[in-house]
C-alpha cells in the first residue's frame, strides 16, 4: 500500500520540503489511518533524509576542501536530492 504512494510522499517530504504532518494529513485523505511514529518509521526504512549528522560533515568537509582546492566544483546530495550550496557550507562549518 504504501509503495503505491512512495513517489507522491518522496516529492512533498524531500523536494517540496513538507512538514510530517502534512505526508500524514494526506495519506489520511487517501483512506489510510497514519500515524506520525509510522510515517517517521517508512521516511527511515526508504531512507528519505533532509540531514546529515555532524559526523557524517565531519567527513565531507575536507572532502569538499580538497576538491575546492584542486579547483573542481562540487555537489552534495542527499537522498537524491542535490543540496544548496549554502546548507552545504553551513554543515561542513560543524
Known amino acids: 500500500e504504501w509503495e503505491r504512494y512512495r513517489p507522491e510522499i518522496r516529492d512533498m517530504y524531500l523536494c517540496?520540503?513538507?512538514p510530517l504532518a502534512e505526508l500524514v494529513e494526506k495519506m489520511n485523505k487517501?483512506?489510510?489511518?497514519?500515524?506520525?511514529?509510522?510515517?517517521e518509521t517508512r521516511l527511515k526504512k526508504w531512507e528519505y533524509w533532509r540531514n546529515l549528522p555532524k559526523r557524517h560533515w565531519q567527513y565531507?568537509?575536507?572532502?569538499?576542501e580538497k576538491r575546492t582546492n584542486a579547483g573542481k566544483m562540487t555537489q552534495v546530495s542527499l537522498?537524491?536530492?542535490?543540496?544548496?550550496?549554502?546548507?552545504?557550507?553551513?554543515?561542513?562549518?560543524?
Open 60 to 64: 565531507l568537509a575536507p572532502q569538499i
Open 30 to 39: 487517501h483512506g489510510y489511518s497514519v500515524t506520525n511514529s509510522q510515517m
Open 79 to 94: 537522498s537524491g536530492v542535490v543540496l544548496d550550496p549554502a546548507k552545504v557550507r553551513k554543515g561542513c562549518k560543524r
Open 16 to 18: 517540496q520540503h513538507k
